[in-house]
């Protein structure tokens, strides 16, 4: 059987893109994703079950037993069909060249960062762009080769980060992004005409895979770190957190609260006061009011937050 248009993904943003293609654009023809199986042995923020989609709209759903595609299920499944071209939305793997091959027109899928591919390689992109504190996010809609993010770049749109963006905002502005892309590439692909720039004087550099661990906050650090990490790593990824005694605060949203009062009196990470069940602890350079957590215990004022 031959499948014109087919879309890998495993999270909530993989069907909302499937729903944009497959209402606005064209048929899409196939879904790839995983077993609710793989996702116990991979660490999946945001993962949704793909399934529903035959349910909803008809369209054919292979679970993969493998996260990198390679269990024998999925091979065969790749040998005995025929696929034109794949956009990959939230699949965090490489997707090895024996399913590149398969595919007549290539396998496209995104990745951004503030400056230009090769530079801001690698893992969670969108999630390293907030913490470092960038302010803006070129997203490259680009082709698969066998590499992790290589510069075959098809097309580029660009968005802001604000101070007042947290990492599901900055989702939403990538996805309003990435559908303009997919747009073009379809319509391209329709005429025959996708052409890929392989040239860039940009340099290699790497983001690094990011854990649960790495959402440790250290409150002698600066309130903008501070807060650039919380909003960074917040819902539907496993947020911020600091412990109090023996109990784990998870700090799913704050904001700075104030650099110019003297609370010199209070050591970081202390908390000085709270208001409408609302935290403001002591940082190395201000204070950060905290919005929303999660703890087994109420945080009171005078505990330390470390």
Same mark, same amino acid.
């Given at each position: 059987?031959?499948?014109?248009?087919?879309?890998?993904?495993?999270?909530?943003?993989?069907?909302?893109?499937?729903?944009?293609?497959?209402?606005?654009?064209?048929?899409?023809?196939?879904?790839?994703?995983?077993?609710?199986?793989?996702?116990?042995?991979?660490?999946?923020?945001?993962?949704?079950?793909?399934?529903?989609?035959?349910?909803?709209?008809?369209?054919?759903?292979?679970?993969?037993?493998?996260?990198? /595609?390679?269990?024998?299920?999925?091979?065969?499944?790749l040998?005995?069909?025929?696929?034109?071209?794949?956009?990959?939305?939230?699949?965090?793997?490489?997707?090895?060249a024996?399913?590149?091959?398969?595919?007549?027109?290539?396998?496209?899928?995104?990745?951004?960062?503030?400056?230009?591919?090769?530079?801001?390689?690698?893992?969670?992109?969108?999630?390293?762009?907030?913490? /470092?504190?960038?302010?803006?996010?070129?997203?490259n809609?680009?082709?698969?080769?066998?590499?992790?993010?290589?510069?075959?770049?098809? =097309?580029?749109?660009?968005?802001?980060?604000?101070?007042?963006?947290?990492?599901?905002?900055?989702?939403?502005?990538?996805?309003?992004?990435s559908?303009?892309?997919?747009?073009?590439?379809?319509?391209?692909?329709? =005429?025959?005409?996708?052409?890929?720039?392989?040239?860039?004087?940009?340099?290699?550099?790497?983001?690094?895979k990011?854990? =649960?661990?790495?959402?440790?906050?250290?409150?002698?650090?600066?309130?903008?770190?501070?807060?650039?990490?919380?909003?960074?790593?917040?819902?539907?990824?496993?947020?911020?957190?600091?412990?109090?005694?023996?109990?784990k605060?998870?700090?799913?949203?704050?904001?700075?609260?104030?650099?110019?009062?003297?609370?010199?009196?209070?050591?970081?990470?202390?908390?000085?006061?709270?208001?409408?069940?609302?935290?403001?602890?002591r940082?190395?350079?201000?204070?950060?009011?905290?919005?929303?957590?999660?703890?087994?215990r109420?945080?009171?004022?005078?505990?330390?937050?470390?």
């Open positions: 059987m031959k499948y014109n248009v087919v879309v890998f993904g495993v999270k909530d943003t993989s069907e909302n893109i499937v729903e944009f293609i497959n209402n606005t654009i064209c048929p899409v023809d196939l879904v790839i994703t995983i077993s609710p199986e793989v996702t116990k042995k991979n660490q999946v923020s945001g993962y949704k079950g793909l399934s529903i989609l035959t349910e909803k709209y008809g369209i054919p759903v292979h679970e993969a037993d493998s996260y990198f /595609l390679t269990d024998e299920k999925t091979q065969k499944f040998e005995e069909n025929e696929f034109d071209i794949g956009i990959s939305m939230g699949w965090q793997r490489l997707i090895p024996s399913v590149l091959d398969r595919f007549k027109y290539g396998i496209y899928g995104f990745h951004g960062n503030c400056g230009y591919l090769p530079f801001g390689r690698g893992r969670s992109p969108l999630n390293w762009s907030i913490i /470092l504190g960038d302010t803006r996010f070129n997203l809609l680009f082709r698969y080769d066998e590499k992790a993010d290589s510069p075959n770049v098809f =097309a580029t749109e660009m968005f802001s980060i604000t101070p007042h963006d947290d990492i599901r905002t900055a989702q939403y502005k990538n996805m309003i992004c559908k303009s892309l997919i747009h073009k590439l379809l319509t391209a692909y329709k =005429a025959g005409n996708i052409t890929i720039n392989t040239e860039s004087k940009d340099f290699d550099s790497w983001y690094n990011r854990t =649960a661990a790495d959402g440790k906050i250290d409150f002698h650090d600066r309130t903008r770190n501070i807060y650039n990490l919380i909003r960074g790593v917040a819902a539907p990824f496993p947020g911020a957190f600091a412990m109090l005694g023996d109990e605060v998870t700090i799913w949203s704050a904001h700075p609260f104030d650099e110019m009062i003297d609370f010199s009196a209070y050591a970081p990470g202390e908390v000085i006061d709270i208001f409408d069940d609302r935290p403001i602890v940082t190395v350079d201000g204070s950060l009011l905290i919005n929303s957590y999660e703890c087994a109420p945080i009171h004022a005078g505990d330390i937050l470390c």
